[in-house]
């Protein structure tokens, strides 16, 4: 039985930031446990550039920004484990893990820091009907085959989806010579960033089909092409509408779900909204002395915010080894209300404040010239306007320690869309 | 000259082959596929049905329950997953009890064992999830689950050791029969046989009518499946039939025996028996049946859909034996459900015919025992401990939804009729049929399989070889 006081589920941004911060408040007993054979997680296949504009105010490429935390993780010495899963996770924080070198190791931890990440929709998920043949990829698997690889999985492309990856993918399939014919979304806005809408279809006169989805993928040993149609204000193909589009290749930007399995096992409560975690302002889950940080938690659009995220969830573990216990007794609860999917934390205890909580969110709709409101009880504390809110675009509000002192007594934060 | 030409490496095919390979002869098997149960057996129900479904005076009724008790100690012998979770045909109507009484009756008749009428309490205590509106229900102890690619991938392997040959990629093109024996011409070869068993499933007409003059068609009839995640398996224990109505047949709910939820079949009759493609309608119409069944189907937990063909007879029965105008050409031809249950009891029937006709003396070298995969995603810790300290690839976990080991993976390439493809690394090893379904782990089993078999990842096929995954390297298009 190895013996640690943090342990860190997961090697990527938001592991190796929630090491480092751990570390930094004077923790030394840590240990990061990766399944890849390197750190970073998925930053090592996003070649293009855009991250780090928050945090270190460059533009740098995913790898780039993640080997800055890998640097500093080498230099902390920080230890961790390359290929090495985890495989069950108890409610009393004993880990199972295992690798080709130690074979099946058992860990107790007096902390862990859940930041296994996400995993990406497959096909199945929504139900495209069809034949199943090669040449269907989420477009992460479709990344890595070509940024890690530099294998192309296919020559004339269709994208689902306007995910982030499924944009980024159009551009980089176009890059590398390949023919990308659509990219097609099934709600009538995208669930991505502006900005790569622009730079990744726009400059490259990939057309973008709102409220059209593919209804069937023909091709029985390899994608021939794939039947798209419009869809109405249910999100059911119309008929009449349909369209063949020739292409070797379906790539899926579907959705993304944080990977808790691990988490279920331990007896870890789950949102049904966000697939993450429910936990407080410590970023504590329902299991004392458990955190859970990036895209375990929910899904982010910006690394530099799972970096924020994973410095506090790095913080409170830390806390806790130094003795800090963060109850919810006497919590306010935090309720998502008009337009708002969710919030984490789902609730804050003013106990274990220290400045603030960055309260995020995302909405369920696009929302022009709207502000987000937040209530302590019936009293509007917050108004902020926004020109603009889009689903894509994840939203931060600061409860100061301020306000929480001025309304001691308040039972409910809600946050809504006005 | 072989002795035997058996065509098709389906359940059927496979099944009788190892019964053969008790017997001092010299047999092999076509398969116009690349690999084992490439045609129905990979995508059907799954069940092995108890057997009150058939008339008594059919070959589905009489095969079906003596099929159903020779899994126990089929699954023991070659190690595959077999489990008797029992089933239950649910009645939503008081009007329709007698029907389930006649079930029972008829289900008697065929030698089932242990069939019991359950009343509403009875069946939701059983089975929670199931809707309160159910009446009753027929409960059939001896219904079970089957992995049906990976039993008939260890009938193959089982064979192959004890000496039968198989040949894949073989299309049969013609058979000619000559005085004595017959001569198979196929894609590939030529070869000449005393007897041709016709297990070719969907085309065992075409195989049929190259040399009988007593056509038979076989009818490709769609059926279409959803598959949910694990963590709602336990959704059903037993597996769960709808008593058939006059709206049809009915859909089942079940549980796999690897332990996700499957949810199927409707039933088209098609022209093409290539078309396994789903339909929308079709996918809508069996999650809308099963809310007959369930309270609640749990869409979020939707990992895959997929449909298969069944091999439907003009005649409505499987077709078994001699060719009556064709000495030495046996068919078992129009295996529909429940043939993957009347599987073992089919073979057993084709093997009496053949004893009949060669008198073969046994291979005193059969060793009836095969070792599947190890399966570390169901070992204990100890077990896990053992294994990687034997080989320390198992420690490496490439398939991480269904925690499948390099170990593993290398073990499914290297053994007798090891996999070459990535859909043959799934079904010996379920490496990519997990909730992500193969996103994380298809690019490292592409790479494996090019080092192991030491071949380009360019090459690497899903199936088929017009199922290339990848088509040049970055920027060569």
């Known amino acids: 039985m190895l013996n640690y006081d943090i342990v860190i589920i997961g090697g990527g941004p938001a592991g190796l930031a929630a090491a480092i911060k751990a570390k930094e408040e004077g923790i030394d007993n840590i240990l990061i446990l990766e399944r890849d054979s390197v750190l970073g997680g998925i930053l090592n296949q996003c070649i293009h550039n855009g991250f780090g504009l928050h945090t270190f105010k460059e533009e740098l490429t995913g790898p780039e920004y993640a080997q800055r935390f890998i640097d500093k993780v080498i230099d902390m010495e920080i230890p961790y484990k390359l290929n090495t899963m985890v495989i069950n996770i108890n409610s009393d924080k004993t880990i199972i893990a295992v690798n080709e070198e130690e074979g099946l190791l058992e860990i107790n931890a007096k902390a862990i820091v859940l930041a296994m990440g996400c995993r990406e929709r497959p096909r199945g998920a929504i139900n495209i009907p069809g034949d199943r043949g090669a040449g269907i990829f989420t477009a992460g698997t479709a990344q890595k085959f070509v940024n890690i690889d530099g294998l192309m999985p296919g020559r004339e492309v269709v994208v689902l989806g306007s995910g982030d990856i499924g944009l980024i993918m159009a551009r980089r399939m176009t890059l590398e010579g390949a023919k990308?014919?659509?990219?097609?979304?099934?709600?009538?806005?995208?669930s991505g960033l502006k900005r790569n809408i622009v730079q990744c279809l726009d400059d490259f006169n990939i057309p973008l089909k709102f409220s059209h989805t593919v209804i069937n993928i023909k091709g029985k040993y390899r994608v021939e092409g794939v039947t798209i149609a419009k869809v109405d204000k249910n999100r059911k193909p119309i008929k009449g509408t349909e369209e063949y589009i020739k292409c070797d290749t379906l790539l899926l930007s579907v959705g993304l779900i944080p990977e808790n399995e691990l988490s279920r096992n331990a007896g870890i409560m789950l949102s049904n909204i966000t697939g993450g975690p429910i936990v407080n302002e410590s970023l504590q889950t329902n299991v004392e002395g458990v955190f859970a940080c990036g895209n375990v938690l929910h899904v982010h659009d910006l690394v530099d915010f799972v970096t924020i995220e994973s410095y506090n969830a790095g913080k409170s573990a830390a806390r806790y080894i130094k003795g800090q216990r963060f109850s919810n007794e006497g919590s306010i609860k935090i309720e998502a209300k008009d337009g708002v999917r969710y919030t984490v934390p789902k609730s804050i205890n003013i106990d274990n404040v220290e400045k603030m909580?960055?309260?995020r969110f995302r909405v369920s709709n696009v929302y022009k010239n709207s502000h987000v409101s937040v209530y302590f009880d019936d009293i509007k504390e917050i108004y902020k306007k926004k020109k603009i809110l889009t689903p894509g675009e994840m939203e931060t509000v600061i409860i100061t320690n301020e306000m929480l002192k001025k309304y001691m007594d308040t039972r409910k934060i809600t946050v809504r869309i006005e | 000259m072989y002795d035997i030409t058996i065509i098709g490496a389906g359940v059927i095919g496979c099944n009788i082959a190892r019964e053969l390979s008790r017997y001092a002869l010299n047999i092999c098997v076509l398969e116009r596929n690349s690999d084992i149960a490439e045609g129905t057996t990979k995508a059907n129900s799954a069940i092995v049905h108890a057997g009150h479904d058939a008339e008594p005076s059919t070959l589905k009724g009489k095969f079906n329950a003596r099929g159903n008790s020779m899994f126990d100690k089929l699954s023991e012998e070659l190690d595959f997953p077999f489990k008797r979770n029992g089933s239950l045909v649910l009645c939503f109507d008081e009007n329709e009890r007698y029907k389930l009484i006649k079930l029972k009756e008829r289900g008697e008749k065929n030698g089932v064992p242990g069939l019991e009428i359950l009343e509403r309490e009875q069946v939701l205590e059983k089975e929670p999830y199931v809707s309160e509106n159910v009446v009753a229900a027929?409960?059939?102890?001896?219904?079970?689950?089957?992995?049906?690619?990976?039993?008939?991938?260890?009938?193959?392997?089982n064979a192959y050791t004890n000496g039968v040959e198989f040949y894949f990629d073989n299309f049969v093109e013609d058979i000619e029969k000559k005085n004595e024996y017959f001569i198979v011409k196929t894609s590939n070869k030529q070869i000449e046989t005393k007897i041709v068993i016709n297990a070719a499933g969907l085309y065992a007409d075409k195989i049929n009518n190259m040399v009988s003059k007593n056509k038979i068609t076989i009818i490709p009839r769609r059926g279409e499946y959803c598959l949910f995640d694990k963590s709602v398996g336990n959704m059903a224990k037993c597996t769960l039939f709808q008593l058939p109505t006059k709206?049809?047949?009915?859909?089942?709910?079940?549980?796999?025996?690897?332990?996700?939820?499957?949810?199927?079949?409707?039933?088209?009759?098609?022209?093409?028996?290539?078309?396994?493609?789903?339909?929308?309608?079709?996918?809508?119409?069996?999650?809308?049946?099963?809310?007959?069944?369930?309270?609640e189907i749990p869409m979020r937990q939707l990992i895959t859909s997929?449909?298969?063909?069944?091999?439907?007879?003009?005649?409505?029965?499987?077709i078994i034996g001699e060719a009556e105008d064709v000495k030495n050409f046996i068919n078992v031809a129009g295996i529909e459900s429940p043939g993957l249950?009347?599987?073992?009891?089919?073979?057993?029937?084709?093997?009496?015919?053949?004893?009949?006709?060669?008198?073969p003396e046994l291979n005193n070298k059969f060793n009836p025992i095969r070792k599947g995969i190890p399966k570390f995603r169901e070992m204990s810790n100890e077990e896990r401990k053992e294994l990687i300290n034997q080989d320390a690839l198992y420690g490496r976990i490439i398939c991480r939804c269904e925690t499948v080991t390099e170990g593993e993976i290398i073990n499914a390439i290297k053994r007798p009729l090891g996999a070459r493809t990535l859909d043959g690394i799934k079904r010996r090893t379920r490496a990519g049929m997990g909730r992500c379904q193969s996103g994380f782990c298809s690019t490292k089993i592409a790479d494996i399989l090019s080092r192991e078999l030491n071949i380009s990842r360019m090459d690497i096929v899903k199936n088929e070889q017009a199922s290339k995954i990848l088509i040049g390297k970055n920027k060569t298009l």
């Open chain 2, 247 to 295: 709206l049809g047949k009915g859909i089942l709910v079940t549980p796999t025996v690897d332990g996700n939820l499957l949810i199927g079949p409707n039933r088209i009759e098609i022209d093409d028996k290539e078309d396994v493609a789903t339909t929308q309608e079709g996918l809508g119409e069996i999650l809308n049946k099963a809310r007959l069944t369930l309270k």
């Open chain 1, 180 to 190: 990308v014919k659509a990219v097609v979304e099934l709600m009538p806005y995208s």
């Open chain 1, 357 to 359: 909580v960055q309260l």
């Open chain 2, 341 to 359: 249950s009347s599987s073992p009891a089919i073979a057993e029937m084709v093997v009496n015919i053949v004893k009949y006709k060669l008198n």
């Open chain 2, 306 to 318: 997929f449909a298969g063909l069944r091999a439907h007879s003009s005649e409505d029965d499987f």
């Open chain 2, 138 to 157: 027929l409960y059939a102890p001896t219904g079970g689950i089957v992995c049906p690619y990976e039993m008939t991938i260890a009938l193959a392997e």
